[in-house]
Nanobody, 126 residues
Framework: QVQLVESGGGLVQAGGSLTLSCAAS????????MGWFRQAPGKQREFVAA???????????YYADSVKGRFTVSRDNANNTAYLQMNSLKPEDTAVYYC????????????????WGQGTQVTVSS
């Protein structure tokens, strides 16, 4: 049974930083691309960042324009964990953040991911 468990969310002031973690189990982690999405109240779930499977184009990373230069996605294959380091946070980054997994390649469409975590709340105060 595949499980993705996010942690690390919380309340932070604008300009602050948070690191989200996504612990994966029940899958061959290195074969899966790991994505991060977010959903604010009343809005659709949107792509944030993703990292390819480690044996597919060497774990390349991808970012939404809104977070490029502020967020960094990474993976620790020894510990089956993906991370999202978030710096220079803005109030508009407030959302529930989800990690997701799909085989090999990255997609920016949420529906293309097979497995999802339960989400972790990130709130950025102004």
């Amino acid at each position: 049974q595949v499980q993705l468990v996010e942690s690390g969310g919380g309340l932070v002031q604008a300009g602050g930083s948070l690191t989200l973690s996504c612990a994966a189990s029940g899958l061959t982690f290195i074969r899966y691309a790991m994505g991060w999405f977010r959903q604010a109240p009343g809005k659709q779930r949107e792509f944030v960042a993703a990292v390819r499977a480690i044996n597919w184009r060497s774990g390349e990373t991808y970012y939404a324009d809104s977070v490029k230069g502020r967020f960094t996605v990474s993976r620790d294959n020894a510990n089956n964990t993906a991370y999202l380091q978030m710096n220079s946070l803005k109030p508009e980054d407030t959302a529930v953040y989800y990690c997701a997994a799909r085989l090999l390649s990255v997609e920016v469409v949420a529906g293309m991911y097979n497995y999802w975590g339960q989400g972790t709340q990130v709130t950025v105060s102004s």
